[in-house]
């Protein structure tokens, strides 16, 4: 595949993975987030990923030195333009820039206006023919779609945590998708060295919609006393050959981002099999939110 120029909007756990694993395939990218302090963040934990990966041999040294040269960072434009110079952060990255980019991925929190505001403050400034794609786990593509002035250029691409490591891509049109559109997905996805797998725009997809109930009936386990978390955790790892428990897993995704999802099926099904959980819901108004926070189920030591 030729060399593409890639944007990503979130330099978080999830932005900057994506990030990561374009530039290990060759593409240029282009980071952006809200602040200078977030990009920066972001860049420092995928250059360290990239020397990571000369470590375990998986790029050479010289590799890693071209892919951080290919790596451009900016603060995401927050207002319309009054014209079509672009803003001095877009100006910043140079070439190339957000508006040479093939196609962006977002991946911002799991909140459809968040993300949707995304889309609005970029289409400005993009080209008609740019590719937008959604890093969303459970939110509607079509619903995405519908609200930019290029329905037919929006795909959704869902990576999984943590991405340089996870094989997976869920590849989901919406359905004013153009076929093409969904072939450029899947070719950049295998260009990263994943395996993706398209599928049908549901909420929850395949992946969370098994998942995210599996998590909050676990949540509800521990909340009625059937067993202590270590407890439920190991019956999954032991018993259903599970790599991590629920409990854990919920942990490392992040219980805000548990509970946003689980809010999607539910609004989306009325089905009160999808409430969360109210520990669930007791848990992120505390704050503790998981390994990000260095509570959630489990403690954990500031990294």
């Not at 920066?40 to 041999?57: H, P, S, T």
């Not at 207002?79 to 093939?102: F, H, I, Q, W, Y």
């Not at 691409?157 to 004013?176: I, S, T």
């Amino acid at each position: 595949m030729e060399t593409k120029t890639v944007g990503v909007v979130g330099a978080g756990q999830m932005g900057h993975g994506i990030a990561h694993v374009m530039l290990r395939a060759g593409h240029r990218v282009a980071l952006l987030d809200v602040s200078q302090e977030l990009v920066e963040a972001g860049a420092k934990r995928i250059i360290k990923g990239l020397a990571r990966d000369v470590e375990k041999e998986r790029i050479t040294a010289e590799e890693r030195e071209h892919a951080v040269t290919r790596l451009k960072t900016a603060i995401m434009p927050t207002t319309k333009p009054a014209n079509s110079v672009l803003p001095e952060g877009l100006r910043a990255l140079g070439r190339p820039d957000l508006a040479a980019a093939d196609i962006i991925i977002e991946a911002v929190t799991e909140k459809i206006d968040v993300k949707a505001g995304v889309f609005r403050a970029l289409e400005p400034y993009c080209p008609p023919e740019t590719i937008f794609a959604s890093n969303t786990s459970s939110i509607s593509i079509t619903r995405f779609a519908a609200a930019t002035q290029r329905p037919g250029k929006f795909v959704g691409l869902h990576f999984f945590n943590p991405v340089p490591v996870m094989k997976l891509v869920e590849v989901v049109p919406g359905l004013q998708t153009a076929p093409e559109t969904v072939e450029q997905a899947i070719a950049l996805a295998t260009s990263a060295g994943k395996t993706p797998a398209r599928l049908n725009d549901f909420p929850g997809f395949v992946s969370n919609r098994v998942l995210m109930p599996m998590i909050n009936e676990a949540v509800f386990c521990l909340m009625e006393g059937v067993a202590d978390a270590a407890g439920i955790d190991n019956v999954m790892k032991l018993g259903m050959n599970h790599p991590m428990g629920p409990l854990e897993l919920a942990d490392l995704i992040g219980l805000d981002v548990c509970r946003d999802i689980m809010m999607v099926l539910y609004e989306s099904f009325h089905d009160s099999k999808y409430r969360p959980c109210p520990l669930l819901e007791k848990m992120v108004a505390a704050g503790w939110l998981g390994c990000k926070t260095q509570r959630g189920f489990y403690t954990y030591p500031r990294e």
